[in-house]
C-alpha cells in the first residue's frame, strides 16, 4: 500500500481563494518532503523542500507567499496555494525520503489535481 | 545546473516488441538515478533505482543501465505489452543523499496489440 499519501486527490475552488494539500508519510518518519508541479505533457518541476521544523527551501522562481510550506510534524507536510489563479491549476505531488531504508528510498504521493475556476 | 533530456519524447510499437528509452543529464555527479512509470492523471510508479556506483539494475522485463561519465542511462523493455503504455519518467538526485530529484520530460509509450 501507499506510503505516502496525499490529500485531496482532486480539488476545485475559485479564483483568490486558497486551497491546502496535505502530504503524510504513513509509517516512516519524513524529516525531508518535496513538493513538485506538473502541468500537462511537461516534466516534474521541483517547487520547494520542505524540512521538518524549519523553512522551506523554494526554487529559484517560485513565490513563497503565494506557495506556503508548512511541515510541523515528522509525518505531515502541507501547500497551501493562497490567492489561487487559473494559472495555478495543476497537478501537484509529494515525496519523501525514508532515510532507514536503503539508498534513501524516495516515495511519490498519488498527486492532487487543482483546477482554479 | 542539472538538465535531464529524455529521448524520443513519444514511441508507439507494436506488441512484443524490445524497446529502449534513453536519458541523458548534463552534470555527471549524481547520487543515483530513478526510473519512474506515470499512468495519465496518476502518480508514479518507481520501477528501477540505480546508484551512482552501480551500472546497471533489472526487475522482471525492465532492464536499466547507467553510465554515470558520459551522463547518460537506458531503459530496456523486452516484449512489451499493451500494459506496458504509459509515460516512463527518468530521475536524477541532485549529487547529494537526501537532495530532491530532477526529471525529465518523460517518454510516452503506446504498445498496441
Known amino acids: 500500500g501507499a506510503v505516502v499519501s496525499q490529500h485531496p486527490s482532486w480539488v476545485i475552488c475559485k479564483s483568490g481563494t486558497s486551497v491546502k494539500i496535505e502530504c503524510r508519510s504513513l509509517?516512516?518518519?519524513?524529516?525531508?518532503m518535496f513538493w513538485y508541479r506538473q502541468f500537462p505533457k511537461q516534466s516534474l518541476m521541483l517547487m520547494a523542500t520542505s524540512n521538518e521544523g524549519s523553512k522551506a527551501t523554494y526554487e529559484q522562481g517560485v513565490e513563497k507567499d503565494k506557495f506556503l510550506i508548512n511541515h510541523a510534524s515528522l509525518t505531515l507536510s502541507t501547500l497551501t496555494v493562497t490567492s489561487a489563479h487559473p494559472e495555478d491549476s495543476s497537478f501537484y505531488i509529494c515525496?519523501?525520503?525514508?532515510?532507514?531504508?536503503?539508498?534513501?528510498?524516495?516515495?511519490f504521493g498519488e498527486g492532487s489535481w487543482l483546477t482554479v475556476v | 545546473k542539472q538538465e535531464v533530456t529524455q529521448i524520443p519524447a513519444a514511441l508507439s510499437v507494436p506488441e512484443g516488441e524490445n524497446l529502449v528509452l534513453n536519458c541523458s543529464f548534463t552534470?555527471?555527479?549524481?547520487?543515483?538515478l530513478q526510473w519512474f512509470r506515470q499512468d495519465p492523471g496518476k502518480g508514479l510508479t518507481s520501477l528501477l533505482l540505480?546508484?551512482?556506483?552501480?551500472r546497471e539494475q533489472t526487475s522482471g522485463r525492465l532492464n536499466a543501465s547507467l553510465d554515470k561519465s558520459s551522463g547518460r542511462s537506458t531503459l530496456y523493455i523486452a516484449a512489451s505489452q499493451p500494459g506496458d503504455s504509459a509515460t516512463y519518467l527518468c530521475?536524477?538526485?541532485?549529487?547529494?543523499?537526501?537532495?530532491?530529484?530532477?526529471f525529465g520530460k518523460g517518454t510516452t509509450l503506446s504498445v498496441s496489440s
Open positions: 552534470d555527471s555527479a549524481i547520487y543515483n
Open positions: 530521475a536524477v538526485n541532485r549529487g547529494q543523499a537526501g537532495t530532491a530529484l530532477i
Open positions: 515525496s519523501a525520503r525514508d532515510f532507514d531504508r536503503p539508498g534513501n528510498t524516495i516515495y
Open positions: 540505480i546508484q551512482s556506483s552501480q
Open positions: 509509517d516512516f518518519q519524513a524529516t525531508t
